[in-house]
């Protein structure tokens, strides 16, 4: 009898034993697959992240090729294409679409808007072209609007921007701020920046990653 009642106790013992092992191996394998989890999102994220350099990278090496044949700066090609053109001038691109040579956008009083080429060797005018895209009518008025009574013009905010490298780009960030947007290079770095359209006063852009000129 009592040797029944031993096995009888150690059956049950084993039964509890068991269902906490079972137990404990559920949690491990819920722990397992949430940290699986985790990780993939952690490298989704940081792929992303990746994906995110390597664009800005591209973008940096394009400007220091640009800037290497380019004896006329922003400034002075917005100017070239005012005198040309005038108007409004909301943006200014270097090497453009493979352009090899600087684009300058001029807003004309009626709204109409101009792609002003500047060589980028000489300040030459090289052509000028009517934008006829009716996409783009609402963004020409409204960075017209923008701009319109304010005391720095691209042309200012291009020099003031050359304070921290070759300036590449220049052109209206209405991202929560309105404010004039301007890339730089300096050696192997490339920076990006706002320009108040009030003071002139030059700030790093709250999303670059601080690869600064």
């Known amino acids: 009898m009592k040797r029944n009642i031993v096995i009888a106790t150690l059956t049950a013992a084993a039964l509890a034993t068991g269902g906490t092992v079972a137990a404990y191996a559920a949690g491990d394998d819920e722990a397992t697959a949430t940290q699986r989890q985790t990780n993939t999102s952690a490298q989704a994220a940081a792929d992303r992240d990746d994906a995110d350099d390597d664009d800005r990278d591209d973008d940096a090496t394009e400007d220091r090729t640009a800037v290497r044949g380019a004896d006329v700066t922003a400034a002075e090609a917005i100017a070239a294409a005012l005198k040309h053109t005038p108007g409004t001038a909301v943006s200014a691109d270097l090497d453009d679409d493979g352009a090899d040579a600087w684009k300058v956008s001029v807003v004309k009083g009626d709204g109409t808007e101009y792609d002003v080429r500047i060589a980028p060797d000489s300040g030459k005018v090289l052509g000028a072209q009517r934008d006829t895209d009716d996409d783009n009518d609402g963004d020409d008025r409204a960075e017209l609007a923008a701009v319109k009574g304010a005391k720095t013009d691209a042309r200012e905010a291009a020099l003031a921007a050359a304070h921290k ?39 790093q852009d709250r999303d670059d990653d601080g690869d600064d000129a």
């Not at 890339?183 to 009030?198: A, M, P, Q, R, Y």
Request: no cysteine; hydrophobic share 30%; aromatic share 6%.
């Open 165 to 203: 490298g070759t300036v590449t780009e220049v052109g209206i960030d209405d991202n929560g701020t309105v404010a004039w947007s301007a890339e730089t290079v300096k050696g192997d770095s490339h920076g990006e920046w706002n320009v108040s359209l009030d003071s002139g006063k030059v700030t």
